[in-house]
């Protein structure tokens, strides 16, 4: 018989920061063949909603609970951002150095890394890497303020909804986490050479995810 122990050395986990934030524009076929850095991301707030309950009723009793759709929804706040954005964003260059707004709102996917720590290698743990499909972001106000004794730099910040995409064997879902600490090493290299870009031949892109379970050698349980 084990007894369950509490706060062992080495098991105090906590998860913190955010960096390595890229952006993928989304192409006419629905996919993300180029990735940009993003400087300048200070964070990321996941706030899913949905999977509510309908509750139905038969007998004078509860009868089943019948699940809402989840949506994967957030914010997105930096500094700055990349230029490839301003068409995600509702904007388009219509001479050097000249944007519009008010216009269509390109898609993109999106990732950024968290840090894992714990009571021994603190920050450096591991990291999860966060992959989000088919984002779109909603108009924010931006408050422009004059420079005084107090200088700021003016925080951007957009609310995105995301729409989930088809992954074999599961149902569709918009966002991935991979966790540094259990997947294998060299599939964890694979990926990130290609979300960030490796050798030459390699250029930095979202995969899509069947693209996406080759990489990670991942084996659909079977049901």
Not at 146 to 167: G, L, M, Q
Not at 204 to 216: D, F, K, M, N, Y
Request: glycine fraction near 8%; charge should be negative; hydrophobic fraction near 35%.
């Amino acid at each position: 018989m084990v007894k369950l122990a509490w706060d062992e050395t080495g098991k105090k986990l906590y998860e913190t920061g955010t960096d390595r934030g890229v952006l993928y524009p989304m192409d006419e076929n629905g996919a993300y063949p180029l990735g940009v850095a993003w400087n300048g991301l200070t964070k990321v707030s996941e706030s899913p909603d949905g999977a509510e309950e309908t509750a139905l009723y038969a007998n004078n009793s509860k009868y089943l609970g019948l699940m809402s759709a989840e949506n994967f929804k957030g914010t997105i706040e930096a500094y700055t951002y990349p230029k490839e954005f301003e068409a995600c964003d509702g904007s388009a260059e219509i001479a050097k150095g000249v944007t519009i707004g008010q216009q269509p709102r390109a898609s993109f996917g999106l990732t950024y890394r968290t840090l894992i720590g714990n009571d021994v290698k603190e920050n450096a743990y591991g990291y999860k890497l966060h992959l989000v499909y088919g984002c779109k972001v909603s108009p924010s106000e931006r408050g422009y303020e004059t420079v005084n004794d107090s200088p700021a730099a003016i925080t951007f910040s957009w609310s995105f909804s995301a729409t989930p995409v088809e992954v074999e064997g599961f149902n569709k879902t918009a966002s991935w986490v991979i966790d540094s600490t259990a997947v294998d090493e060299t599939a964890l290299k694979a990926l990130e050479s290609a979300l960030y870009g490796g050798d030459e031949a390699a250029t930095a892109h979202l995969p899509a995810p069947s693209e996406l379970l080759t990489i990670l050698k991942t084996v659909t349980p079977e049901v």
